[in-house]
């Protein structure tokens, strides 16, 4: 992974508990904040009861999932197991990303049965597709098609008892036609059916306005990625209230627009151990007062 300094292990782990300092971990903001564990995939699969340990000892509340599949379950254990896991660490888990794409490609229900399956076990409530690939979007009849499929995902996944959401990424705001694949979703797709999870960084990066976004959209988002931009280069990742995002007033925006579960997320570490950058970004987070 570019520039990521070597895991540190027990030295890492201090220097996170030393950031949660108690002013700040009392301080009126946030109470609960997520991580998305794609953050630490690199550490996951060898040592997963290991991490989960030094994820609530960061002070985490909340995660989300990512990489689940029958066969592996969650990095080797199984549902059950994992569930476990989270509980005995005082961790939830309430959205998980899930590959889930076969059901958009080509109708194929088996791997978002079982995403219900595994999620309905580890206790969460939104089944999540973390990607959808371009080219089943780059039309407007394919736009609005796959909007009908999500809305038809989210009755099935409503059935289960859990609700369907979608995380973008960027491509979902290039031009198509004179609309958007976003634009599409947020015209087409039933609320009460279709969860969108808003990657704050990317709206970010497709050069629009989190705030105006929120703003204009009441109710639509009930999770958010909180992760920021690098101030040398936005394409990088750094600890959020490091970088270029105002989060202040996103925070703000996101409370009027009904966002619940906000969900830290770093997809690269520069010159930093990873687990003091999850300390620094959940004791800012915890100051943002909503």
């Not at 903001?29 to 550490?43: C, E, F, N, P």
């Not at 990607?131 to 796959?146: F, H, N, P, Q, S």
């Not at 004179?178 to 969108?196: A, I, P, Q, R």
Request: hydrophobic letters at 40%.
């Amino acid at each position: 992974m570019t520039n990521r300094r070597t895991f540190l292990g027990q030295a890492g782990l201090l220097g996170a508990a030393m950031l949660l300092r108690p002013d700040l971990s009392s301080a009126k903001g946030v109470s609960k904040v997520g991580l998305q564990l794609y953050s630490l995939r690199d550490y996951l699969p060898k040592d997963v009861k290991g991490v989960t340990e030094k994820i609530a000892k960061a002070g985490y509340k909340e995660v989300e999932t990512y990489g689940y599949s029958k066969q592996n379950g969650f990095w080797g254990l199984d549902a059950k197991a994992y569930g476990q896991l989270l509980k005995a660490n005082g961790l939830v888990s309430p959205s998980g990303h899930y590959g889930i794409e076969s059901y958009f490609r080509d109708g194929s229900d088996k791997e978002i049965n079982e995403a219900i399956e595994a999620a309905k076990i580890i206790g969460s409530t939104y089944v999540i597709l973390p990607w959808m690939g371009g080219e089943l979007i780059d039309t407007v009849d394919k736009c609005k098609a796959m909007a009908q499929k999500f809305n038809k995902a989210g009755e099935m996944v409503k059935k289960a008892g859990l609700k369907f959401g979608y995380h973008n990424h960027n491509f979902e705001w290039k031009p198509v036609g004179d609309t958007s694949f976003y634009d599409v979703l947020l015209k087409e797709t039933d609320v009460n059916l279709v969860t969108l999870e808003l990657d704050l960084y990317w709206v970010y990066r497709s050069n629009l306005d989190p705030v105006k976004m929120l703003n204009e959209n009441p109710n639509r988002f009930k999770l958010v990625h909180v992760k920021d931009a690098d101030k040398a280069n936005k394409e990088l990742n750094t600890e959020v209230g490091k970088g270029l995002i105002d989060y202040k007033a996103i925070f703000a925006a996101a409370q009027k627009a009904g966002v619940k579960h906000f969900i830290v997320e770093q997809e690269n570490f520069t010159n930093i151990d990873p687990y003091v950058s999850i300390g620094e970004s959940i004791s800012y987070v915890k100051t943002l007062s909503i």
